[in-house]
């Protein structure tokens, strides 16, 4: 098992790991930042904790009281990868506890999280803030084991006795949080996806032309170049032997059948080995 860096993360995306509402900034050195959504829960009063604050919405989690927030992001990855949650050190040490659970491989949903305020005053959170951090790990053979857990955990806050509102499980029941494809799909139209994509093609342009401007790459082109030169002058080099054999009366008439042939031959297979040859330098090229 081994971490994945942000450059893994990003190349990642699309292939083996889809997330939205996607966001590049919070794609960090080797794990990815997850924000808070508007839909959070008060372990003791099992009541909704988004009050409206000054600057809009936020999460207000009472002193000595455990909250259950569901991240804002969708994350789905495949059995290939899978992930555990960390604390933030920003919040922790503000009296907040230590976040300590796993992404299994084919989770797809939101992660409903669980922090403990152990001060003595309430915590508040702007939505949308970064509060848990994602870290993920490439298996080292593929996970057989099926994940049953459903997207947002509701099984968990039915455990809780947390009885979500009609408009908190419509949204948690939107089709897009719980099927690949969908999810595939709003990802990719998603800006930050797009701004990706620029991104790669534009460093693969730039991979290329630092390719181009290589040695191996200049001695490709050189040896594409001089390869006609080597093979004519081989065959040159052939006629001529056969041309001496020949004026010494050895065998004349067998030398001169073999060297019409040879020369037919040579008329034949030139522009052949030719183009093969070039083909071949512009491939490796290009790969």
Not at 20 to 48: E, Q, Y
Not at 62 to 81: C, G, Q, R, S, W
Not at 173 to 199: A, F, G, I, Q
Request: glycine share 6%.
């Amino acid at each position: 098992m081994s971490m994945l860096s942000n450059e893994d993360i990003l190349r990642e995306l699309g292939e083996n790991i889809y997330i939205h509402p996607l966001n590049l900034d919070n794609v960090r050195g080797n794990s990815i930042n997850l924000t808070t959504s508007n839909i959070a829960w008060s372990l003791k009063t099992h009541t909704s904790i988004i009050c409206k604050g000054e600057n809009g919405d936020e999460i207000i989690i009472p002193a000595n009281d455990t909250a259950l927030i569901e991240t804002k992001e969708v994350i789905y990855v495949t059995e290939k990868i899978g992930g555990t949650y960390h604390s933030r050190v920003s919040i922790v040490s503000k009296g907040i506890g230590h976040i300590g659970t796993t992404l299994d491989p084919g989770w797809i949903g939101q992660s409903l999280i669980a922090i403990h305020n152990h001060s003595d005053e309430e915590y508040r959170m702007a939505i949308g803030q970064s509060f848990v951090s994602l870290v993920l790990y490439y298996n080292n053979t593929k996970a057989t084991y099926k994940n049953t857990n459903k997207a947002g955990q509701l099984d968990v806050l039915i455990e809780s006795k947390i009885t979500p509102t009609n408009e908190e499980m419509n949204q948690l029941k939107e089709e897009w949080r719980s099927n690949t494809d969908k999810l595939k799909d709003k990802m990719l139209n998603s800006n930050d996806y797009r701004d990706l994509e620029c991104n790669r093609k534009i460093n693969l342009e730039k991979e290329k032309d630092m390719k181009r401007k290589s040695w191996p790459h200049k001695f490709k082109i050189m040896i594409a170049h001089i390869s006609p030169i080597i093979i004519f002058v081989s065959i040159a080099i052939l006629v001529y032997l056969f041309e001496v054999k020949n004026s010494k009366g050895d065998r004349p008439v067998f030398n001169y059948i073999t060297q019409i042939g040879l020369s037919g031959f040579a008329v034949y297979l030139y522009p052949k080995a030719v183009d093969y040859i070039k083909n071949k330098v512009e491939r490796s090229i290009h790969k």
